[in-house]
């Protein structure tokens, strides 16, 4: 069966940095493409980064450009993201995918991020 | 960016009515179009891909259509777990963007 289990969020100041997690399991994690996105509270879904199966490619939305990184460990069967110089618009329910055909064709239960000082 | 406009933004059904969804894509994007349902404090699961494709284990009342700028989800005969948010998503050009959003009730 196949599960994603993010984790790392919680409350942290504006400017400040967080790592998000995503424990992959009940597939071949170094097959797929994996990716980032995220709701904020009682909105819409955005898409946040993409990488490929392999690391070597990754994709960003402009507004987190430069201050999230989205990363992976095959050998782990863990992706992550790192969020750098957070901001308050930032805040949202973190959702890791895994990429199938270019759908997101299974979703973690998400990580609640909270922005705030 | 592609804009995706759904509509309704809402939409109330009685048991075993047909429903009709619309996504509307700000440029053609091909038949690159997939459909969510998310259901309260859930996260989204993948209905429908590549325009029309059923994903694996989603019941046959689902079925997608269009192509190019037009689409649409179709549920025929609602039932009580259908009740939902049913977001469209497009996946021709980064960034990959969704529509805002249709809330389906039961009536």
């Known amino acids: 069966e196949v599960q994603l289990v993010e984790s790392g969020g919680g409350l942290v100041q504006p400017g400040r940095s967080m790592k998000l997690s995503c424990a992959a399991s009940?597939?071949?994690?170094?097959?797929?493409?994996m990716a980032w996105v995220c709701q904020a509270p009682k909105k819409g879904l955005e898409w946040v980064a993409t990488?490929?199966?392999?690391?070597?490619?990754?994709y960003y939305r402009d507004s987190v450009k430069g201050r999230f990184t989205i990363s992976r460990d095959n050998a782990k069967s863990t992706l992550y993201l790192q969020m750098d110089s957070l901001r308050s618009e930032d805040t949202a329910t973190y959702y890791c995918?895994?990429?199938?055909?270019?759908?997101?064709?299974?979703w973690g239960p998400g990580t609640m991020v909270t922005v705030s000082s | 960016d592609i804009q995706m406009t759904q509509s309704p933004p809402s939409l109330s059904a009685s048991l075993g009515e047909t429903i009709s969804i619309e996504c509307l894509a700000s440029?053609?994007?091909?038949?690159?179009l997939a459909w969510y349902q998310q259901k309260p404090g859930k996260s989204p699961q993948l209905l429908i891909y590549?325009?029309?494709s059923l994903q694996d284990g989603v019941p046959s009342r689902f079925s997608g259509s269009g192509s190019g700028t037009q689409f649409s989800l179709k549920i025929s005969s609602m039932q009580p777990e259908d009740e939902a948010d049913y977001f469209c998503?497009?996946?021709?050009?980064?960034?990959?963007?969704f529509g805002a959003g249709t809330k389906l009730e039961l009536k």
């Open positions: 995918a895994r990429l199938r055909y270019w759908y997101f064709d299974f």
């Open positions: 009940g597939f071949t994690f170094n097959n797929y493409d």
């Open positions: 990488i490929s199966y392999d690391g070597s490619s990754t």
């Open positions: 440029e053609g994007i091909y038949s690159n």
């Open positions: 590549g325009a029309s």
């Open positions: 998503q497009q996946s021709y050009k980064f960034p990959y963007t």
